[in-house]
């Protein structure tokens, strides 16, 4: 396996190529959003030529992301999946709604979800949470938005994620936001 080239999307370095790869938090490509937070996916957002036609360059069996939560602000829209979960907070607090359960997190709290577990997180405390979520990507995954009294949710239960995040803006590319571990 080759080493997967690194590019500059404006937004931070994501590979421009399948293929292993080093980058660093702080020079990562990141994407922001008002409503869920600021995110580092590892993964390139926008299209790059791999052949004809251009497409994005996305990890087939990992999905890995790094979110910032700012308080009060949730991750995603409360949902299950078809396939496991974990999150690991690296710093900051926030609270996990599980299966209609609230549960405070602070730094290095891990929360595993088995496939079909309704979940999502919201920031607390006085700053940042910084979450670490991992997930499996077997072919057929499917998600499923349903209502929840404790989390930011749906009001009526979808599989579709456009229909559920519709009123809600699109991730934009973005810079890191400051005052983060890293930048001590």
């Not at 690296?90 to 979940?119: K, Q």
């Not at 979450?131 to 499996?136: F, I, R, S, V």
Request: charged share 20%.
């Amino acid at each position: 396996m080759d080493e997967a080239p690194l590019r500059d999307f404006g937004s931070g370095l994501a590979p421009a190529a399948e293929g292993w790869f080093v980058v660093n938090v702080r020079d990562a490509a990141w994407l922001v959003n008002e409503a869920f937070g600021a995110r580092c996916v590892f993964e390139a957002d926008v299209p790059v030529v791999r052949g004809t036609p251009s497409e994005p360059v996305r990890f087939q069996e990992l999905g890995i992301t790094l979110a910032v939560l700012e308080p009060g602000k949730p991750s995603t829209l409360y949902h299950a999946e078809s396939a496991q979960e974990g999150f690991l907070v690296l710093s900051g607090e926030c609270v996990a709604v599980v299966e209609g359960v609230e549960r405070r997190l602070r730094a290095w709290d891990f929360v595993h979800c088995p496939a079909g577990t309704g979940h999502g997180f919201l920031g607390a405390g006085d700053g940042p949470c910084v979450l670490l979520m991992l997930g499996t990507r077997p072919p057929g995954r499917t998600i499923r938005y349903a209502s929840s009294e404790l989390a930011p949710s749906v009001e009526t239960e979808t599989d579709s994620p456009r229909e559920a995040y519709a009123a809600y803006p699109h991730w934009q590319r973005g810079r890191r936001p400051a005052g983060l571990p890293w930048d001590a």
